[in-house]
Nanobody, 124 residues
Framework: QVQLVESGGGLVQAGDSLRLSCAAS????????MGWFRQALGKEREFVAA????????HDVDSVKGRFTISRDNAKNTVYLQMNSLKPEDTAVYYC?????????????????WGQGTQVTVSS
């Protein structure tokens, strides 16, 4: 089992940057595919990005391509989401999640463990 704790959210203006972190407990962090999801008020949780266990393969949703970058540091048991050129439509609670499979899934139900989320609010 793994426990996940997100941090780094906040209130920023459009065009600003934020870096979210997700710290994982346990010694098997490198055994998990890691993903970032977000959920805006009144909307379903949606996929943002995922990264392979080694960190060599990443996949992100079209709406964040060129602006968001997922990365991981297995030595620090941490996955990151660097968010640049933020837009008001990026406002949401951001969650990290861990998946025991080797596939970079984009659906929430494929992930086994979740953090509590961190709020990101982008003002116009």
């Amino acid at each position: 089992q793994v426990q996940l704790v997100e941090s780094g959210g906040g209130l920023v203006q459009a065009g600003d940057s934020l870096r979210l972190s997700c710290a994982a407990s346990g010694r098997t962090f490198s055994s998990y595919v890691m993903g970032w999801f977000r959920q805006a008020l009144g909307k379903e949780r949606e996929f943002v990005a995922a990264i392979s266990r080694s960190g060599t393969i990443a996949h992100d949703v079209d709406s964040v391509k060129g602006r968001f970058t997922i990365s991981r540091d297995n030595a620090k048991n941490t996955v990151y989401l660097q968010m640049n050129s933020l837009k008001p439509e990026d406002t949401a609670v951001y969650y990290c999640a861990a998946d025991r499979s080797t596939i970079l899934h984009t659906t929430p139900r494929a992930y086994d463990y979740w953090g509590q989320g961190t709020q990101v609010t982008v003002s116009s």
